[in-house]
């Protein structure tokens, strides 16, 4: 059962985050945070996957083979791109390229890289009307190495903002986290930002 850490409620959605496993969390469309190759090889993606069942990744090495054709990767990163969801507890699986810090060009500009990848899947949200409930995990926090006192203010100022804007079009974002350190960071920037942030805090109501 997924514990939650805190809640903010913004104008057109709210925000829960969770201490809890997002290959095992129950939404309308879950979004994992990929490489470019779709791999599903490594952190939370690979136990996405592993719940998705072998299907997800016959699927995902389909994908492989006709971008190869093309002489392309399967997705350059910051893009989203939709798949049956098999074994997982939601509607849609998303896909979403996130800038991995481990490769020199991709840290480098990881501050225009992280807002665009939040873009793309706010985009691909927009496309599905009948999405209420998101279920993600913190783009690149993870295995992929963004700092995470800079990444969880960006992470807290894109999502937040766009919960309160008009584009907004689901009625719940659910951030699941179970990097320690990224939870102590973004308690911390949390805590010294609230009263920057859109919304309003409603972890206890």
Known sequence: ???????????NGILKVFYGDLSKHEADLIATP???RLSGREGIDAKVYDVAGEKLREACREIAIEQRKLNLSPCPVSS?????????KSKYLLHVVSPDCRRPVQDQNRRELLPKTYESMFSAIQSKKDVKIVAAAPFSMDI?????????????SLL??????????IEEYHMLVLNKNFIDAMRTVYRETEDQLPGRDTTDE
Not at 80 to 88: E, T
Not at 145 to 156: D, I, Q, V
Not at 160 to 169: I, R, T, V
Request: net charge negative; charged share 30%; glycine share 2%.
């Open 160 to 169: 937040l903002e766009w919960l309160n804007s008009e584009e907004c079009n």
């Open 34 to 36: 990929s490489d470019n």
């Open 144 to 156: 992929f190495s963004y700092p995470h006192r800079e990444g969880a203010k960006m992470t807290f």
């Open 80 to 88: 989203a791109k939709f798949n049956d969801s098999f074994n997982l």
């Open 1 to 11: 059962m997924a514990e939650l850490l805190m809640k903010r409620t913004c104008r």
